[in-house]
C-alpha cells in the first residue's frame, strides 16, 4: 500500500508560477488529490489539479532504471574479474580435495578400541554411537535430489533470460560451500558418532571415511542449493508469496537432512550445525551480492515534478 503526502505552498503569481509540492497534511491511498480551499484563492494564487498518474509516478525510484531493469531481467551484476577467479579456485580446491577426504589413512584397530565417548565435548556426546543405514540412504536421496532444484527457476521466462548468469551465481555458491567443507574435512579428522557404536564390528570402523565428520557435507549443499533457489526467486519477485513457501521448502529440507545424517550416526550436533550454516550463508549471501542496487532506498523518491506551467519537487515514501 503506498501512501503519497502533498500540500502546496501557494506562491504569488510572477512572470512563471511554480508550485512547491512537500510532504504534509494530507494522506491519501492510490492517488493524491490536492484541495485547497475556495475562498482562500486570490487572483494572484495558482491552482493546479494533480492528476492520479502523476502522483502515481511519484512512487518510482528517482532513476528510473530500477522498472526497466526488472522488466528486462537484469537482477544480477556479474564481473567477470572476480567471479571466474573465485569460482575457480574454490572449485579447483574442492575437486582436488575431494579425491583426498574419501581416501584418509585407515585407523587401525587399537585406535578404534581406544576411543573414548567422555573424550567427545558434552555438546556432542549424547549424539555418540548413532548408527542407521536406512537414514543414511534416505540422506543420499534428498541429496541428490536437491542439487539440481534452482534449474527449475528456469521454468519462468523472466528468470530463464538470466540462465547463464543465474547458473554461474549457483556454481560459484556450490563451489564456495564446496572449498569451506572439503577443506575442513581435509585438515580436521574427527571420527563420526558411529565410529563409537561397539555393536559394528573393529574392523568395520577403521576406514579413512570414518574421520570425515567435521563438518557435514550433506546438509551444507542441500542448504546452498535450497536456500539460493529461495533467493533467487524473492529476488524476482519480491512480492510473491510464494516465495515464503520456497523458504519454507530450504528449512524442511535442510533440516530433514541435518536430522537424517544425525540419525545415521554420520556427524555431531556441532558438525551439522556448522554445516547448515555454511550452505545457508552462501546460499542466500552469492545472490545477494551480486544483486544490482539502484536506490539506497526503494521506498522512498525525490524527484522533479512538471505538470504543464507548474514546477516543483515531489516526494513519496512507501510503507
Not at 542441500?222 to 528449512?251: C, H, M, Q, R
Request: proline content about 6%.
Amino acid at each position: 500500500m503506498t501512501f503519497n503526502l502533498q500540500s502546496i505552498i501557494q506562491i504569488p503569481h510572477m512572470k512563471k508560477s511554480w508550485l512547491i509540492i512537500l510532504l504534509s497534511h494530507f494522506i491519501t491511498i492510490t492517488y493524491a488529490q490536492t484541495v485547497v480551499p475556495a475562498d482562500s484563492l486570490t487572483k494572484d494564487t495558482a491552482v493546479v489539479a494533480v492528476p492520479p498518474d502523476t502522483t502515481a509516478s511519484l512512487t518510482s525510484d528517482t532513476t528510473g532504471t530500477t522498472q526497466k531493469k526488472k522488466s528486462t531481467g537484469e537482477i544480477y551484476c556479474f564481473n567477470p574479474w572476480a567471479d571466474i577467479p573465485i569460482t575457480l579456485a574454490a572449485g579447483g580446491w574442492s575437486a582436488f580435495a575431494f579425491t583426498k577426504i574419501y581416501s584418509k589413512p585407515a585407523s587401525t584397530i587399537e585406535q578404534i578400541m581406544a576411543l573414548d565417548e567422555n573424550d567427545i565435548p558434552k555438546i556432542d556426546r549424547w549424539a555418540a554411537g548413532m548408527s542407521d543405514e536406512n537414514a543414511d540412504a534416505t540422506s543420499d536421496y534428498l541429496f541428490y535430489g536437491s542439487i539440481p532444484v534452482p534449474f527449475f527457476l528456469f521454468l519462468d521466462k523472466n528468470m530463464r533470460r538470466d540462465a547463464f548468469k543465474i547458473s554461474f551465481l549457483y556454481l560459484e555458491a556450490m563451489s564456495i560451500t564446496g572449498m569451506f567443507y572439503t577443506g575442513t574435512v581435509y585438515f580436521v579428522d574427527r571420527y563420526r558418532p558411529e565410529t563409537y557404536n561397539t555393536s559394528i564390528p573393529a574392523e568395520n570402523r577403521t576406514s579413512g571415511n570414518y574421520k570425515d565428520s567435521f563438518l557435514a557435507g550433506h546438509p551444507a549443499l542441500v542448504a546452498t542449493s535450497l536456500f539460493f533457489t529461495a533467493k533467487v526467486y524473492s529476488d524476482y519477485y519480491p512480492e510473491s508469496a510464494f516465495k515464503y513457501v520456497l523458504y519454507g521448502v530450504a528449512i524442511a529440507g535442510t533440516g530433514t537432512t541435518a536430522y537424517l545424517r544425525h540419525v545415521a550416526g554420520k556427524h555431531f550436533p556441532t558438525d551439522l550445525f556448522t554445516g547448515v550454516t555454511l550452505g545457508t550463508l552462501s546460499g542466500i549471501l552469492v545472490p545477494h551480492f551480486h544483486k544490482m542496487k539502484d536506490v539506497k532506498n526503494p521506498n522512498m523518491s525525490l524527484m522533479p515534478f512538471f505538470y504543464d506551467k507548474v514546477k516543483g519537487i515531489s516526494f513519496a515514501y512507501r510503507f
